[in-house]
């Protein structure tokens, strides 16, 4: 099939930068075999060098550098764009593209797909009025959606008032080969002081540095640790990876609190499978989550998780099995929990092959982008 004949999918989002979201969106069109559709990626704002991570060919990347707020500018440039290129389906990911399909009401030929794959602090159980009656407008124009979490599919039906048969519920896969156990740890990434420390045991998170990720309440752990527990103090070490808006202030929490040997905010990397090996245990924190591609990442590098009792974290984490859950919030429950498997080495590891097992045997990529090619050929062939 000639390139220009091949099906055309607009994903369209807010920003193509790091993040969990985006993440998946990456892989699915890496994917995707050669020949089965040509994509374009629209970002309402920008796109960041996460961009060089897309390997398929001719993937188009459109910035409309959307400003704050209402930017009825932009929607005017988007609906000029959509009835330019014409695609087949235009699929949206989170509210702030869902509110963009707007631009594409009208258009002739349009297959709509909406992906909610999670929530931000400003409405983490989904239940702002104003978000809402924007999504029930919403699905009268949607062919499809696809929630990455069974919590987001039943949201979807119960608070928006989606119909079942409208939802694919898909997980994120994970690459279990890139994210392995490896018998030697790469040490050599560790801050140089770090080097010596005898029976050294690594707390570690990787996300986004924004509020809902709540990586904040770690530095309250090990302030309790360091109280409750100070001979295993002197041994635990906290990696937070990521960047983002709140990177300032949590680097000003670690001084107040007088952390700095302790902890380590790495920033963004490209080596987070190898930072995963170096940690023994993973902690996320969030306020809210769909599917968490970090927890899957850990999970498929041999190490137990401590997470909250959110959203699909529930669905990846098994109590007493591969980790622990957590309410949000709670500094005692998630210090308990994180001591004890610093405390437990056999735990630890139990805890940590289960989590390898179940990733191994429920999550993959191939498998995702085969149920996301399952979406596109059936709207596809339905009449528009």
Same mark, same amino acid.
């Given at each position: 099939?000639?390139?220009?004949?091949?099906?055309?999918?607009?994903?369209?989002?807010?920003?193509?930068?790091?993040?969990?979201?985006?993440?998946?969106?990456?892989?699915?069109?890496?994917?995707?075999?050669?020949?089965?559709?040509?994509?374009?990626?629209?970002?309402?704002?920008?796109?960041?060098?996460?961009?060089?991570?897309?390997?398929?060919?001719?993937?188009?990347?459109?910035?409309?550098?959307?400003?704050?707020?209402?930017?009825?500018?932009?929607? =005017? &440039?988007?609906?000029?764009?959509?009835?330019?290129?014409?695609?087949?389906?235009?699929?949206?990911?989170?509210? +702030?593209?869902?509110?963009?399909?707007?631009?594409?009401?009208?258009?002739?030929?349009?297959?709509?797909?909406?992906?909610?794959?999670?929530?931000?602090?400003?409405?983490?159980?989904?239940?702002?009025?104003?978000?809402?009656?924007?999504?029930?407008?919403?699905?009268?124009?949607?062919?499809?959606?696809?929630?990455?979490?069974?919590?987001?599919?039943? =949201?979807?039906?119960?608070?928006?008032?989606?119909?079942?048969?409208?939802?694919?519920?898909?997980?994120?896969?994970?690459?279990?080969?890139?994210?392995?156990?490896?018998?030697?740890?790469?040490?050599?990434?560790?801050?140089?002081? =770090?080097?010596?420390?005898?029976?050294?045991?690594?707390?570690?998170?990787?996300?986004?540095?924004?509020?809902?990720?709540?990586?904040?309440?770690?530095?309250?752990?090990?302030?309790?640790?360091?109280?409750?527990?100070?001979?295993?103090?002197? &041994?635990?070490?906290?990696?937070?990876?990521?960047?983002? *808006?709140?990177?300032?202030?949590?680097?000003?929490?670690?001084?107040?609190?007088?952390?700095?040997?302790?902890?380590?905010?790495?920033?963004? &990397?490209?080596?987070?499978?190898?930072?995963?090996?170096?940690?023994?245990?993973?902690?996320?924190?969030?306020?809210?989550?769909?599917?968490?591609?970090?927890? $899957?990442?850990?999970?498929?590098?041999?190490? *137990?998780?401590? +997470?909250?009792?959110?959203?699909?974290?529930?669905?990846?984490?098994?109590?007493?099995?591969?980790?622990?859950?957590?309410?949000?919030?709670?500094?005692?429950? $998630?210090?308990?929990?994180?001591?004890?498997?610093?405390?437990?080495?056999?735990?630890?590891? &139990?805890?940590?092959?289960?989590?390898?097992?179940?990733?191994?045997?429920?999550?993959? =990529?191939?498998?995702?982008?085969? +149920?996301?090619?399952?979406?596109?050929?059936?709207?596809?062939?339905? *009449?528009?």
């Amino acid at each position: 099939m000639e390139a220009v004949n091949k099906p055309l999918i607009v994903h369209l989002i807010y920003a193509l930068s790091t993040g969990g979201m985006e993440n998946g969106l990456v892989n699915i069109i890496n994917r995707i075999p050669t020949g089965r559709y040509r994509h374009t990626i629209i970002c309402l704002t920008k796109a960041s060098d996460f961009a060089q991570r897309i390997t398929a060919a001719d993937v188009e990347i459109i910035e409309l550098d959307k400003r704050e707020g209402h930017d009825l500018r932009c929607y =005017w &440039r988007l609906r000029k764009l959509i009835r330019k290129l014409q695609p087949d389906i235009v699929h949206s990911r989170n509210l +702030a593209a869902l509110e963009a399909q707007l631009s594409t009401l009208g258009i002739s030929g349009i297959k709509r797909v909406h992906g909610e794959h999670g929530r931000e602090i400003f409405d983490v159980d989904g239940s702002n009025w104003r978000y809402l009656l924007l999504r029930k407008f919403m699905r009268f124009f949607m062919r499809h959606y696809v929630a990455v979490s069974r919590d987001l599919a039943s =949201w979807l039906v119960s608070s928006v008032g989606v119909g079942q048969e409208k939802i694919t519920q898909i997980y994120n896969g994970v690459d279990n080969r890139r994210f392995a156990p490896q018998n030697v740890k790469p040490l050599a990434l560790l801050p140089k002081p =770090w080097h010596e420390l005898d029976g050294m045991l690594v707390i570690g998170t990787v996300g986004r540095l924004t509020p809902v990720k709540d990586q904040q309440i770690l530095l309250y752990v090990m302030a309790y640790l360091r109280q409750a527990s100070p001979d295993l103090f002197k &041994r635990a070490r906290l990696i937070v990876v990521g960047d983002g *808006p709140l990177r300032a202030e949590l680097d000003q929490t670690v001084k107040q609190m007088q952390l700095q040997s302790v902890v380590w905010l790495a920033g963004d &990397r490209e080596d987070v499978p190898s930072l995963l090996q170096v940690m023994d245990i993973f902690v996320l924190p969030s306020l809210g989550e769909g599917i968490s591609n970090t927890v $899957l990442e850990a999970m498929a590098s041999g190490l *137990p998780v401590v +997470a909250t009792a959110v959203g699909g974290n529930v669905e990846l984490v098994e109590e007493g099995v591969s980790g622990s859950l957590v309410p949000t919030g709670d500094v005692q429950a $998630l210090s308990n929990a994180v001591l004890a498997l610093l405390e437990n080495d056999g735990e630890r590891a &139990r805890q940590g092959d289960n989590a390898r097992q179940r990733v191994c045997r429920d999550f993959d =990529w191939n498998s995702t982008m085969a +149920a996301y090619l399952d979406v596109y050929d059936t709207l596809l062939v339905e *009449p528009v």
